[in-house]
């Protein structure tokens, strides 16, 4: 079955930019997201990206697709500690609105 | 808009009851989808909802069940509760996308429920 992969923790200092990585196997693959989740909190939908697109920019969020390599990246420019929390990487096929995660990326932002 | 609202929060039942959770919508969104978070498995689709119609389904055994009603408002269901069933229920609305494909799923807070 469809497999998304996360690592499972980044640490970076305030002020940096901040890389998650995300790989999936499912080559069906229409949409991928990134989900921002704060301890005890529900999921908020950072951005997402059509598969017939390379990159998609939104204020300090740049996300990188390389369909080839099924590579999904989002990287955060100068890292607040509000960033501190898990990120989920997700994608969905035709198959209609069923997302499948990854494990999630807790990302630390140290003052 | 408000956004997607879940009822109740938090909920603790004993093994073997049975128990029930809601979910409203977005306004004008008409599709339902149902996650489950635990630990160890993570983020699980268990089903999704447009127009009264059960469209998708995980791999869940058949104690959970779950309904849309004519305003998009839905509920879960999960019976004969097992202590595995501890977990942060989240459910998702979404628009309709083009033939059907979703592009923005926007998450409740969550049902946390505990099964004792």
């Known amino acids: 079955g469809e497999d998304v992969e996360q690592s499972l923790f980044l640490s970076v200092r305030e002020g940096d930019s901040s890389v998650i990585n995300c790989t999936y196997t499912d080559s069906s693959s229409t949409y991928l997201y990134w989900y921002k989740q704060e301890p005890g909190a529900g999921l908020q939908l950072l951005t997402y990206i059509f598969s017939n697109m390379d990159m998609k920019q939104d204020q300090r969020l740049t996300v990188l697709l390389n369909k080839k390599d099924k590579h999904l990246s989002l990287r955060i420019a100068d890292t607040q500690t509000g960033d501190s929390a898990i990120y989920f990487c997700?994608?969905?096929?035709?198959?209609?609105?069923?997302?499948?995660f990854g494990g999630g990326t807790r990302l630390m932002v140290k003052p | 808009k408000a956004g997607v609202t879940q009822t109740p929060r938090y909920l603790i039942k004993t093994r073997g009851q049975q128990v029930t959770l809601s979910c409203s919508p977005i306004?004008?969104?008409?599709?339902v989808s149902w996650y489950q978070q635990t630990p160890g498995q993570g983020l699980q689709f268990l089903f999704e909802?447009?127009?009264?119609?059960?469209?998708n389904k995980g791999n869940f055994p058949g104690r959970f069940s779950g309904r849309q009603f004519s305003n998009s408002r839905s509920e879960m269901n999960v019976s004969t509760l097992e202590l595995g069933d501890s977990a942060l229920y989240l459910c998702?609305?979404?628009?309709?996308?083009?033939?059907?494909?979703?592009?923005?799923?926007?998450f409740g807070p969550g049902t946390r429920l505990t099964v004792t």
């Open positions: 306004s004008g969104h008409r599709s």
């Open positions: 997700a994608e969905s096929s035709n198959a209609g609105n069923m997302l499948t």
């Open positions: 909802y447009f127009s009264e119609t059960q469209r």
């Open positions: 998702a609305s979404s628009p309709q996308g083009l033939a059907g494909a979703s592009y923005e799923q926007y």
